[in-house]
């Protein structure tokens, strides 16, 4: 999360150089195609963290609104609590957004809030993190002694986890307060402390931070030599982690040490290498505190203008931040500027910008909100946990009495139902005996005859099980392929059909209307039609053998003179090996074909196989589909997109199935009949199967 740790913004700023812009590329290429909500949600928590501080609020307040939908949606107690830390992580990161701004009441609102989302998912590290964010607000408006008290319950939860990090993170900000306060000697100890844990974990960026906060120390101590060493080997650390932001901001402090000891022109070169590297990675805050810097020697120098260009500059690029601090420091800059040039009108301007933004940091309102906003944190906190604890020992009460009613009352009811009970028992012991005789006769009748007609059926599925292609059949023709095939009831009206004649495989996938018994009597139609069209006249173009099917169809149902809606959806194909195509037809039916990990529906004509469904004198069109190496093809009947489940009871739909198609594609055949076979069922879930289902995939 983003957090401060002192009062000096800069110490903590986070700057972004040239491989931070592409990972943030990278994840909002992923966030663009993420499928789930809680993966969106992880892409955006993780923008919030790396984006440019002027991107903050849109990836968290997305972050946070997204993570209310996804708990509102799930009833999964393991993935409310995942997005609840995610959601805490966003609120405290729109808090640090409020907080750069110099809108501290806004800041402390949103890190309590993230702080009661990590008390209540048990998130200690996050609720240590969150401690530290708000003790650095107490900081930032001088009560130190309320600071000091928030990191101190921070370092306790860091111990308590035994978080190496944490603790330090906790004792450096400790330290920061003492230095604050004045009280150098009691700062570096801290800094050590926290300086000693950094180096047993082996956090280079972290050592290097403490030995620049050390350095400071020697300078305000007057020991610039001690200062120059700490502020070497920082150094050092971070040009061996080509750490650019850590390079300036240590160049920035040596230029501090040399300006501290009046060597005016050491102090422009460091600073000058300071700003070179923040221009290179587009550190805006660190190029505007540089040109502040440089612009303060020039005028301790006397030369004015160059002062005033450099002023300039830093005053144009804080405006473009919006960050109070760096208005106020600009503005003051240039107020010394303009007041030795006797330029007292402009010296005013600047003074009222100065005292403008100083006030909307440390002014007694914004204090005041903050303290307010924190006891009220404190007394709902309060409130909350004694409410709870009077409610519990209410309910303990109401339950005692209610426990000792129900035994009264159950007794003497129990005893009134015994007497009635057994009365009612005698009478109708003789009338059941009497009913019993004529049920179990009954029963034995209608057992009877529902065997008789399972047996019937389970028989006609032996027989329609017979007709479809073998495992052999298929293997013959297809190097990888599946069938997930699903009646609704024993026998089904979806069939599949395959032909290998002369080299030529041809394959049909067909949902016929109905099912059950009727689908079942219009599928083994389809299957003869088929085998007479193909196997015996010979004709293996798609687009003719639905044209032949069709009138088959119409003159075996009689559907010249009758009103009959019976027929099929069906897609006939036809593949060539040799030259990776198939020659496709579909009647109000459509194939899927998946290359390069993107889906492409072939679309058939849109009437149907029956004279009810068809058009008059209409001929089928047939497409050839050229293939490439490891495509996929896939057809399914509308059972599977049909399908009621879910959470909310909807339909799985055309456009989700088609996600799975493309998801499974890359995975080896036995692996994606699972997928399939996992998905229908987990959708599913406890409805009732609405139609027959049959899913076949090939492997190109």
Same mark, same amino acid.
Request: with cysteine; glycine share 6%.
């Given at each position: 999360?983003?957090?401060? !740790? ?47 501080? @002027?991107?903050?609020?849109?990836? #968290? ?7 209310? *939908? ?13 997005? %609840? ?15 750069? &701004? ?15 989302? &990590?008390?209540? @998912?048990?998130?200690? @590290? ?65 800094? +050590? ?32 030599? +001690? ?26 402090? $040596? ?31 660190? *190029? ?47 107020? +010394? ?35 307010? &906003? ?9 409130? #909350? ?22 035994? @009264? ?110 689908? #079942? ?15 015996? %006249?010979?004709?293996?173009?798609? #687009?003719? $053998? ?105 339909? !799985?739909? *055309? ?6 198609? *493309? ?38």
């Amino acid at each position: 999360m983003r957090y401060f !740790f002192s009062l000096f913004i800069f110490l903590f700023t986070i700057s972004f150089s040239f491989s931070q812009e592409n990972e943030i590329d990278s994840l909002n290429l992923l966030l663009k195609n993420a499928k789930h909500d809680t993966t969106k949600l992880r892409l955006l928590v993780d923008l919030s963290e790396k984006c440019e501080l @002027t991107d903050i609020l849109k990836y #968290a307040q997305s972050a946070a609104e997204l993570a209310d *939908v996804i708990l509102n949606e799930t009833e999964n107690l393991s993935v409310q609590q995942k997005v %609840k830390k995610l959601k805490a992580q966003a609120i405290n990161n729109i808090g640090y957004n409020y907080n750069i &701004q110099g809108d501290s009441h806004k800041a402390l609102e949103y890190y309590q809030k993230g702080l009661r989302i &990590q008390e209540e @998912t048990n998130d200690k @590290t996050g609720a240590a993190l969150s401690l530290n964010n708000m003790a650095s607000i107490y900081n930032s408006q001088g009560e130190i002694s309320k600071s000091l008290e928030y990191h101190l319950k921070s370092l306790k939860i860091s111990e308590d986890i035994n978080d190496k990090k944490g603790i330090s993170i906790s004792l450096n900000n400790i330290g920061n307060n003492y230095r604050n306060q004045g009280d150098t000697p009691k700062a570096l100890e801290y800094y +050590k402390k926290s300086l000693k844990i950094r180096e047993e974990i082996k956090d280079k960026q972290g050592i290097a931070l403490l030995m620049n906060n050390i350095g400071t120390i020697y300078i305000s101590q007057g020991d610039n030599k +001690k200062a120059l060493e700490c502020f070497l080997k920082s150094l050092k650390i971070n040009e061996e982690a080509n750490d650019k932001q850590g390079i300036a901001y240590t160049l920035k402090n $040596i230029g501090h040490n040399y300006n501290n000891q009046g060597d005016f022109s050491k102090a422009l070169e460091y600073y000058q290498k300071s700003l070179d590297i923040s221009e290179k990675i587009k550190d805006v805050e660190g *190029v505007v505190i540089s040109l502040n810097s440089i612009g303060s020697m020039y005028l301790k120098q006397k030369k004015h203008s160059l002062a005033l260009d450099y002023a300039n500059r830093s005053m144009s690029m804080a405006k473009e931040l919006g960050f109070p601090v760096r208005l106020r420091n600009a503005a003051e800059l240039l107020y +010394k500027i303009y007041r030795q040039q006797n330029k007292w009108q402009d010296a005013l301007a600047m003074h009222e910008l100065f005292v403008q933004m100083r006030d909307s940091i440390f002014n007694q309102e914004t204090q005041k909100s903050t303290f307010k &906003q924190q006891a009220k944190y404190e007394y709902e906190k309060q409130q #909350a946990i004694s409410e709870a604890e009077h409610q519990k020992e209410l309910a303990i009460a109401a339950e005692e009495k209610k426990r000792q009613q129900i035994i @009264t009352y159950s007794i003497g009811f129990g005893l009134l139902m015994v007497v009635l009970f057994s009365i009612f028992i005698f009478t109708r012991l003789r009338i059941t005996h009497r009913q019993k005789q004529i049920i179990e006769q009954q029963k034995k009748i209608v057992d009877q005859k529902n065997k008789h007609i399972t047996d019937s059926i389970n028989y006609a599925k032996r027989i329609q099980d017979s007709i479809l292609p073998s495992k052999e059949e298929l293997s013959n023709c297809f190097s990888g392929y599946f069938i997930f095939f699903q009646p609704r009831e024993i026998v089904s009206g979806d069939f599949y059909w395959l032909s290998n004649q002369n080299g030529k495989t041809i394959l049909a996938v067909a949902d016929c209307t109905g099912h059950g018994v009727p689908g #079942a009597f219009m599928s083994m139609i389809g299957n003869t039609l088929l085998n007479e069209i193909v196997n015996e %006249k010979r004709i293996f173009q798609p #687009a003719e $053998i639905l044209n032949h099917l069709n009138e088959g169809i119409v003159h075996a149902l009689h559907q010249e003179s009758r009103s009959q809606d019976d027929g099929m959806d069906i897609s006939v194909c036809l593949f060539d090996n040799e030259k990776n195509k198939i020659t496709f037809a579909g009647a109000n039916h459509s194939m899927y074909v998946v290359q390069n990990n993107s889906i492409e529906e072939i679309k058939g004509d849109i009437f149907s196989i029956g004279s009810m469904f068809g058009k008059k004198n209409f001929s089928f069109t047939q497409q050839e589909i050229a293939l490439l190496k490891n495509s996929s093809v896939y057809f399914s009947t509308d059972g599977f997109a049909d399908q009621v489940g879910g959470k909310s009871g909807k339909k !799985f739909l *055309v456009k989700q199935m088609q996600e799975l198609l *493309v998801n499974i594609s890359s995975l080896n055949i036995k692996e994606q009949e699972e997928k399939i076979k996992n998905a229908f069922e987990e959708w599913k879930g406890n409805y009732s199967q609405l139609d027959d289902v049959l899913v076949a995939g090939i492997k190109i």
